[in-house]
């Protein structure tokens, strides 16, 4: 009933009395920097194949979207938005989950 729609929220309030957050080290800033270059270049690559495709234009442009959502989405992790805590203290980078819904 009503009780299961609000747990979730019940957690987050739980999750949010953490003293100590763990963050994201070096390493996974590196790891952050070379994904969003890898998915910027992609999503490049896939729209010049959109301009030039004929019937798979459709795929090309979803591949687009959904490369270039991923790139903006991962600079906001770099940029340090986009996040919550989990219940064990660490970051949840839940922007990163959005694009998943664009095609």
Do not use: H
Request: glycine share 8%; aromatic share 14%; with cysteine.
């Amino acid at each position: 009933g009503s009780d299961e729609a609000r747990m979730p929220f019940q957690e987050l309030a739980a999750v949010a009395s953490c003293t100590l957050i763990e963050e994201v080290g070096s390493t996974g800033v590196g790891a952050l920097t070379l994904a969003m270059i890898i998915l910027g270049v992609s999503s490049v690559v896939f729209f010049t194949k959109a301009v030039k495709a004929g019937e798979a234009k459709k795929f090309y442009m979803c591949a687009v979207y959904v490369n270039a959502f991923a790139a903006i989405f991962t600079y906001s992790a770099l940029a340090g938005q986009g996040w919550t805590t989990d219940r064990y203290c660490r970051q949840l980078f839940y922007s990163r989950y959005i694009d998943g819904l664009i095609c």
